[in-house]
Each structure stands twice: as C-alpha cells, then as structure tokens.
C-alpha cells in the first residue's frame, strides 16, 4: 500500500490526474473504474484540463462506474449517470456508449446486477479503478456489516449513509433508499486501485481503513489484500496515518 499525503490540494489532483492520463498513454484501451462523491472532482477538473492542452484522450478508453442510486431517473442532476456527464464525460472525448453505469430504473434490478458484473468480466479486468471512502468506510455502496457481498448487487444504503449524502439532495426524504454497487470482490479484481479522500472529517476512517484489522465491519480495510493500491490524502485525511 502505497500512502501519499499531500499539502495542496493541486499537487493530489495533478498525481490523480497523472496515473490516468500515463494509463492511457500507455494503453489508449484502457477500462477505467470511476467513481462519484465530491473526493473525485478536483481529479477530474485536472484530467479536463490536460485533455484540453491535448496531453491525453479517451477516445479508446471505456469505463465502468462503481454504483448508482435505484430509483432516480437518469436526467436527476444526483444521479450518478448525471454527475459523470456534468464532471467529466462532456468535457472529454470519450465515447458515451462505452461508458458503463449501473441502471438503478432497471425493472430487474437483480438481473441488472448480473449484467452489470458480465459487462465487467468480458471487458475487464479494470486496468484502473478510482475510489472514494464513506465515513463509515463503505467503498462504492458497500457497507459495513457482518458480511459483504462479493458481485455487484443491491443494497439497502445505511442511514447515516444516506444523512451524508443528504447535503446533495434537498432533503434527506429525497434521498434513495436503495443503490446498485459493484460488490467489493469487483472492486478488487481491478489491477490497479486509488483511493482518494481529503478533509478532518475522513481521517479516523482512514486510519481505520488503512493502519486497522481487516474486517468487514470496514469495508475499505479489504482493500489491505490488494497487491497495487494508492492512496492520495490531504494532511487533514492523512492526520492519523503514522
Ligand atoms: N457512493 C459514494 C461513494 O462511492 C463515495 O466514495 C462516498 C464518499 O463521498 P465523498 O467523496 O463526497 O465524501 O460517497 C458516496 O456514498
């Protein structure tokens, strides 16, 4: 595990935006696993910014987005499809049709779930899968619990959850109830992980996360078994990491 802290918030986006944008230089093919939340953007603002000084493209490149709400439809400025288009997908030159998110209005959500993973596994591995961390720990939409679920499936959000995301929405009544996460067995079958998180508010978790047993109980800590992980902090998130 491999753990930066950084002391402007320039330099963790520029360090983001550049293992992408060398990705894809590398191989212009490559499957990206993307994610939403506020901890993404600045890294998104700066691979915009390159592609638009001609320093990388996506015209090859597809990707997999983590999780979708279940039940907001697909023009709701919070749904997850939405704010991919709006943060990066119409800045860029990526090819709409192969960029994937779940279908949370699917009238099979089960059967959504298990396309979903199909689509992955014929199309994958994921060469680079971007993640954020909830408070609780959850990485995508998996919560903590006794157990975790290892494909893509459904999930009932936790409250506090659903408080966090809240701050989106106008008010928590608004915010759905259900999601569709890639499972964290997904999550780490991609070759490559870079979780980001900055401010106070993340940084027990990530001390949790990173320095802690691995359990369930903290879903991010699993990513403790994989072989290639990143992780880019603010010296706020990384407060408690020693
Ligand atoms: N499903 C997303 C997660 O993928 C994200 O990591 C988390 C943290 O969001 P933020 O980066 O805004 O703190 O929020 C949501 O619940």
């Known amino acids: 595990m491999n753990i930066r802290i950084f002391e402007n918030e320039e330099d963790l986006n520029a360090t983001g935006a ?56 697909v023009e709701h400025r919070e749904s997850y499809r939405s704010f991919m288009n709006e943060q990066l997908f119409s800045h860029i030159d990526i090819d709409l049709a192969r960029t994937h998110v779940p279908d949370g209005l699917a009238s099979d959500l089960e059967q959504e779930c298990v396309s979903y993973e199909q689509r992955i ?26 157990e975790l679920t290892g494909r893509t499936h459904v999930v009932d959000l936790k409250e506090e959850t659903r408080k966090a995301n809240a701050r989106f929405f106008n008010s928590i009544d608004e915010v759905p109830t259900q999601a569709i996460t890639m499972g964290v067995g997904t999550i780490l ?12 508010e993340k940084a027990e978790i990530i001390r949790e996360a990173f320095m802690g047993p691995i359990t369930t109980q903290c879903p991010a800590s699993l990513l403790q078994c994989h072989p290639n992980v990143v992780v880019l902090l603010d010296r706020a998130a990384g407060r408690l990491v020693k």
């Open 18 to 73: 550049g293992v992408i944008s060398s990705l894809l230089q590398t191989k212009p093919r490559a499957v990206l696993g993307l994610a939403t939340g506020s901890s993404p953007v600045g890294i998104y603002k700066s691979l915009i910014a390159l592609y638009q000084k001609g320093l990388v493209s996506f015209a090859q490149a597809s990707s997999f987005n983590l999780d979708e709400y279940v039940g907001l439809p």
């Open 121 to 146: 596994d014929d199309r994958g591995p994921v060469d680079l899968q971007l993640l954020g961390i909830g408070h609780n720990g959850h990485i995508g939409f998996n919560e903590p619990g006794t």
């Open 189 to 200: 079958k991609a070759k490559q992980i870079l979780l980001v998180a900055r401010g106070e």
